[in-house]
């Protein structure tokens, strides 16, 4: 699990960084909401048939091959492409390969948690989470603080070098890779027939759409925008409170493992959201303050999110390809999302899609813990 853990850590230390710098180098090159929205809505679009295939052919090859052969060099590319790009064709471009290196990573992670630790999937899932989130923090830390001292050039230098260092634990994982080789003699393409899934594993996928809608947009383009153009916070500024968002959302999910899947869990993390959100427009000075208030929802969310996912893929013979499946309706909605609420907070500003989130949040919980009651009652 450690090569796992480090891997997740320095893609996601990547990830962070690059999810920082590209709307606000776009937004210093003068490009409007609406199409910053349109260059980051591509990757969820990709993503969504990338992971699919890269799912199938995980559950007949194996995980590790991914993490060493695509996750790593398009980590690499991608990052190498948005410190050449000038136009933002090459910015698209730039997207279409991060999107091909976050499937392969997102097609086997799960299936690797769950092959490496098969008695704690949905502990050591969060726990993955968690390490996510962290290294989000930091990346989107380094990215803010290196931008604000050394300019785009600098920083994307600096996540070029991180991408180089991935290669080292992605190879040390193919020797942990123990595939059960019955699923060679499946034909990928027939792995990925949706039907002969209960109603259930549907039901998750719908929870995981909801969830998706109410973080997404906001962490992928509103957010950053929204603290450089409104509250006309600094780079620096700007990636501190990403870090800190970052590091309460991973301390929370990890605090709360032990806690378990009660009543009350959902009721807080649904109950903070809205608070949250429904304040975040008009927050001013004390918008820090509500940012990290929400950041303890979603450190809550992590771990039913997790716990949902494992849940409904236990026993299963294909769980890269259900997963990918049960990604699909998220995937979509990230891809429209993002796309509309560029448009949507040029026509009539922040408020509509900030209170829009913490509903969709709270729905997220409810539906959630209707899939738990109902498995705890069939098992």
């Known amino acids: 699990m450690k090569r796992v853990f480090t891997v997740t850590f320095l893609n ?16 210093e090159r003068n490009v409007n909401l609406a199409e910053i929205g349109l260059v980051i809505s ?39 492409i948005y410190f050449l790009a000038n136009s933002t064709f090459a910015f698209l471009l730039g997207k279409i390969v991060e999107a091909m290196k976050e499937s392969s990573y997102w097609a086997v992670n799960r299936t690797a948690i769950f092959s490496l630790s098969p008695k704690q999937r949905g502990k050591e899932a969060t726990r993955i989470s968690a390490v996510i989130s962290l290294s989000y923090a930091i990346g989107s830390a380094v990215s803010g603080i290196g931008i604000s001292y050394m300019g785009f050039s600098f920083t994307l230098g600096i996540l070029i070098v991180a991408a180089s260092v991935l ?107 809205l608070f949250a959100t429904f304040l975040l427009a008009n927050s001013g000075s004390y918008f820090p303050a509500l940012l990290l208030i929400l950041a303890v929802a979603n450190g809550l969310g992590l771990g039913v999110f997790e716990s949902i996912i494992a849940r409904v893929t236990e026993n299963r013979a294909t769980v890269s390809v259900d997963i990918g499946l049960l990604n699909i309706p998220m995937r979509f909605a990230e891809f429209s999302s993002v796309l509309v609420a560029g448009f949507v907070v040029q026509s009539v500003g922040y408020l509509p899609v900030f209170v829009t989130s913490g509903i969709l949040f709270a729905a997220f919980s409810i539906l959630s813990l209707y899939v738990l009651k109902t498995s705890a009652g069939a098992s």
């Open 12 to 27: 996601y230390f990547v990830t962070g960084g690059l999810a920082l710098a590209i709307p606000l180098l776009l937004l």
């Open 42 to 80: 591509i990757l969820p679009l990709v993503f969504l048939f990338v992971r699919l295939i890269f799912a199938a052919l995980a559950d007949q090859l194996g995980w590790a091959p991914f993490f060493m052969l695509v996750n790593w060099p398009g980590t690499f590319f991608a990052t190498t």
């Open 167 to 273: 290669g080292v634990p992605a190879v040390l994982l193919l020797r942990a890779d123990k595939m059960d080789l019955k699923q060679k003699n499946q034909r990928a393409l027939t792995l990925l027939d949706p039907r002969g899934r209960s109603k259930r594993f549907w039901l998750v996928s719908f929870a995981m759409l909801f969830y998706s809608l109410a973080l997404y947009p906001l962490g992928a383009l509103l957010l950053p925008v929204f603290m450089a153009q409104q509250l006309g916070y600094g780079y620096i500024e700007i990636g501190i409170v990403f870090m800190l968002y970052n590091v309460i959302s991973f301390l929370v999910a990890i605090c709360t493992l032990k806690i378990g899947l009660k009543n009350g869990r959902f009721v807080v993390q649904s109950l903070v959201a």
